[in-house]
């Protein structure tokens, strides 16, 4: 038994997915009715919605420890997808309990119940921070403490801590470190939210760049890794490194809206997360644009895939034609 923690995310729906098809008896968590229709909106998008039926589904929360005793029984192989993904101040304490503490449970249970291997989904922003002489960030690029890191990156970065640790503990494991995902279905939140605001009429671009993926290939990487007698290692997922510009007038492009024209420089992007600041206190909303979110807006960190490329020789899917698809 597969058992897939984020069930209901993106990454977690396409996985569950991919693994029934590929014949795997899975156990998918998720805490509310919701989540699982989120799930099951994936299945029916590929046109597989007879395949959702084949679930275990298992009402757990990583972060409550009593609920994971039933997850865990009879499960073999666990891919560990769940996250909360956040670049807003307020929710550094959500941010170390659900994916530092959260992680640290997950590999527990699996030296606990004799697991065999686990996937961690990790994230770029745990990656280590270029040297002068650096030029691409790629698996060895060492973590900078004294730098700057977004408290979403320190989070990240601690939960692979957990899994290295677990490592160390005879656990096998496999961590992926994926760019920013691109897929269908969950249009208002993470990278979906990028084609809202295009297709709404998105005014600005910025110049920075960062890595990207499609979600069909962070799944088959992930699926791959976990076949092979690999441990103790960690792939970079990055399809492309692009611009931001780019990247909204390709989606432009293809929704057939404007193109964003007005540059937005380091000044605006300053006077902008300001001001959303203000109003969020103001009248107790939403972050849209925090400090950390601004600054990597305008970041040109290159990350590498040749090592997933040339121990596998696989071809991830361009960018572009996979937002036109």
Known sequence: MVLVTGAT?????????????????????????????????????????????????????????S??????????????????????????????????????????????????????????AALGDLAVNEEKITEQTEWNPEKTHSYYAISKYGAEMEVWRAQQEGLE??????????????????SGEIYQKVKKGLLFYTKGTTGFVSVDDVVAISALLMKENISGERFILVAENETY???????????????????????????????????????????????????SLHSTDIYSNEKIIRRFGFQFQSITAYIRK
């Not at 929710?91 to 291997?117: H, Q, S, Y």
């Not at 494991?173 to 993470?190: A, H, M, T």
């Not at 024209?261 to 000044?267: E, V």
């Open 9 to 65: 995310g993106l990454v977690g729906s396409h996985l569950v997915l991919h693994l029934i098809e590929q014949g795997h008896e899975v156990k998918a968590l998720f805490r509310n009715e919701k989540g699982k229709l989120r799930t099951q909106s994936v299945f029916e998008h590929y046109e597989k919605a007879a395949l959702f039926n084949k679930i275990h589904w298992c009402r757990a929360d990583i972060i409550e420890i």
């Open 67 to 124: 609920s994971l005793e039933t997850a865990f029984e009879d499960v073999d192989s666990v891919y560990h997808c769940a996250a909360l993904i956040s670049f807003d101040p307020k929710d550094e304490d959500k941010l170390r309990k659900t994916n530092i503490e959260g992680t640290a449970n997950i590999v527990n249970f699996c030296i606990d119940k004799k697991v065999k291997k686990l996937c961690f989904v990790s994230s770029i």
């Open 173 to 190: 494991v496999v961590v992926v470190n994926p760019g920013v995902i691109l897929g269908p279905s969950f249009w208002k939140e993470g």
């Open 245 to 295: 510009q780019k990247l909204v007038s390709i989606i432009a492009d293809t929704l057939k809206v404007k193109e964003p024209k007005l540059y937005a420089n380091w000044f605006l992007t300053g006077l902008a997360w300001r001001m959303d600041w203000f109003l969020a206190v103001l009248f107790n909303k939403k972050r849209e644009l925090t400090k950390d979110l601004a600054y």
